[in-house]
């Protein structure tokens, strides 16, 4: 880069002459560049369940009707954290890779990620810490094994073959997504990776307490009469 005007120096690899040039292509040369590091990109509404399994134990989360986040054990005294409970529910919804590798040498995956959706389908991550950075394996699994029959009479309604339409899809991104993600091992960032491995004191806070009125003090002496106007004078 020019450091005193506009533009970039440039030269052929094989010739000494250098030229400044206005408008340089950006030369990308990072692998994770020429990579699809997007791992899910899951919609939050088909997300029924969560589950966080680390060292200190495991908790659940789960919407309620009116799609709150809800925690299924809260430690007596304390209360959800709404905002965290959030955070942890809605990962997948944008989870990504910042790099990979197929090395896991060194690595403990102490902690586990769950997901289900509303379609069946489950997804898994084991979680590594290691130095500065997080580690993880993605996995995924159908669980509804129920087999699906297409009839050629023309008797089933739309909506009974759109549903099934979608579940065969279902099934066949699950296998997509394990043969894509077997055998790596993926990097994630900081923020997503404190999202992934929250334990559950990290999701409550103390339940704050009312404030005492102060008693009024009943052994203070009495006020003394004051004298009315024709006293005064």
């Excluded at 919804?93 to 090395?103: I, N, P, Q």
């Excluded at 996995?139 to 009479?153: K, L, N």
Aim: negative net charge; aromatic residues 8%.
């Amino acid at each position: 880069s020019a450091e005193d005007r506009p533009g970039t120096y440039i030269r052929l690899m094989d010739q000494n002459k250098v030229y400044l040039c206005e408008r340089a292509p950006y030369i990308k040369a990072g692998a994770t560049d020429y990579m699809d590091q997007q791992l899910t990109q899951i919609e939050r509404d088909a997300i029924v369940k969560v589950s966080v399994t680390g060292p200190d134990g495991t908790y659940h989360l789960t919407r309620n009707d009116e799609g709150k986040v809800t925690l299924d054990a809260v430690p007596e005294g304390k209360q959800p954290k709404s905002s965290e409970l959030e955070n942890v529910y809605t990962v997948l919804t944008g989870l990504r890779s910042a790099d990979v590798t197929t090395d896991a040498t060194g690595l403990t995956f102490d902690y586990t990620y769950f997901c289900r959706l509303s379609d069946s389908t489950e997804y898994t991550f084991k979680l590594a810490r290691k130095d500065d950075k997080t580690y993880l394996t993605a996995g995924a699994a159908f669980t509804d094994t129920t087999p699906v029959t297409i009839t050629r009479d023309g008797s089933e309604t739309e909506a009974e073959m759109k549903a099934k339409e979608a579940k065969l899809t279902a099934r066949d991104a699950a296998e997509k997504f394990n043969q894509r993600h077997k055998g790596w091992v993926y990097e994630i960032g900081s923020w997503q990776a404190g999202k992934m491995t929250k334990s559950l004191n990290d999701l409550v806070e103390d339940i704050p307490q009312p404030e005492e009125t102060p008693a009024e003090d009943t052994d203070a002496p009495a006020a003394e009469p004051q004298p009315d106007a024709a006293e005064q004078t």
